[in-house]
């Protein structure tokens, strides 16, 4: 119990029980236990992370958390300072390693791509003490050579969207500008590469992703415009996710699962929600065993160099870090502080 009394007392948000924190500050879980300790079970969480592993975590589509020996599963809900995750997050272990998943667009698939709240899905996954994602995505083929059921081991960005905001934490009196030249972790997109070729996957070895808007697919002229110019593959989601896991230094690495030939490609079907469903379900298992091969090979320290991409990136002092912008970004800053 002194334990955490300790814990509380170190609690930024601490406050006498009379004392209600203000209205500014980030919604801190007290409660009251045997002898009278007021604990914060918010900070708790982060300080057990900090002394645990480092964990791996997945974003994709709900069904890839049925893998085979994900064990002590447990649903997590997060609370973060910008809004709601998509979903609660299942943490648990994955070939001895502590795994956390969250369900992209909820379970039952229930959000569009332009309502992912990004900032809170890795702010949430960087509380839980995650240092790696690995992201599965459906994504359009917008070549040739790329068919349905191939995986794509990209290595950059295209962005069309209109959400540069909501794509950074950065801002409310403390400026930052990351590096983002490679967007992908090369060392752990090359450990995923090496894991679908041992699962005898068809990958191809880099690709630009299209980042567009949705929720409408491309139109004809918007397609073979991506095509002509030698894009790869294109998607709704992946961008966001990356610039938010880099200023949060996580290594971020995307499996891009190609579910169709975007409306370029007269030569077959254009793409339908139905066609998409059906080659998700075929790249389910591909995408499992993958990750599974691949979570033993990720390093239990997280030593590359995206995992100190804030180094030198944060411009404003210190001294002038609005307080409550400093503690919403405490998950990020904690080793600048």
């Not at 679908?196 to 409408?216: Q, S």
Request: charged share 25%; proline share 5%; hydrophobic share 40%.
């Amino acid at each position: 119990m002194r334990d955490a009394a300790v814990i509380w007392n170190s609690c930024e948000r601490n406050r006498l029980p009379s004392s209600p924190p203000p209205s500014s500050a980030i919604s801190c879980n007290r409660r009251l236990v045997p002898n009278n300790f007021f604990v914060c079970f918010d900070c708790l969480a982060v300080k057990k992370t900090r002394m645990c592993n480092h964990r791996i975590g997945i974003i994709g589509g709900s069904g890839l958390y049925s893998l085979e020996g994900f064990t002590s599963q447990t649903w997590v809900e997060v609370k973060t300072p910008f809004g709601p995750p998509s979903d609660a997050l299942l943490t648990g272990r994955l070939a001895r390693r502590d795994v956390v998943f969250l369900p992209r667009h909820a379970r039952g698939h229930r959000l569009l791509p332009s309502e992912l709240n990004h900032r809170a899905n890795i702010w949430a996954m960087k509380k839980l003490g995650v240092a790696w994602i690995i992201s599965v995505s459906a994504v359009g083929s917008l070549q040739k050579k790329y068919h349905p059921c191939d995986i794509v081991l990209i290595d950059q960005f295209l962005d069309r969207t209109k959400r540069d905001f909501e794509h950074s934490f950065f801002g409310r009196g403390v400026v930052a500008h990351v590096a983002f030249a490679h967007p992908i972790a090369e060392e752990l997109r090359r450990l995923l590469l090496n894991a679908a070729r041992a699962c005898r996957a068809k990958v191809h070895d880099g690709g630009v992703y299209v980042n567009m808007e949705g929720p409408a697919f491309s139109t004809r002229a918007e397609s073979l415009t991506n095509h002509k110019l030698g894009y790869d593959v294109i998607g709704m989601t992946n961008l966001g996710e990356a610039k938010c896991a880099r200023e949060a230094e996580i290594a971020y690495a995307t499996l891009a699962m190609v579910t169709d030939y975007d409306c370029w490609n007269e030569d077959h079907d254009h793409v339908t929600v139905e066609m998409i469903i059906a080659n998700l379900k075929k790249n389910a298992a591909t995408a499992k065993a993958i990750i599974q091969q691949v979570i033993p090979q990720i390093p239990a320290a997280p030593n590359w160099r995206c995992h100190d991409a804030l180094r030198n990136a944060i411009m404003t002092e210190k001294k002038f870090w609005p307080k409550k912008t400093a503690r919403e970004l405490a998950p990020l800053l904690a080793k600048y502080s």
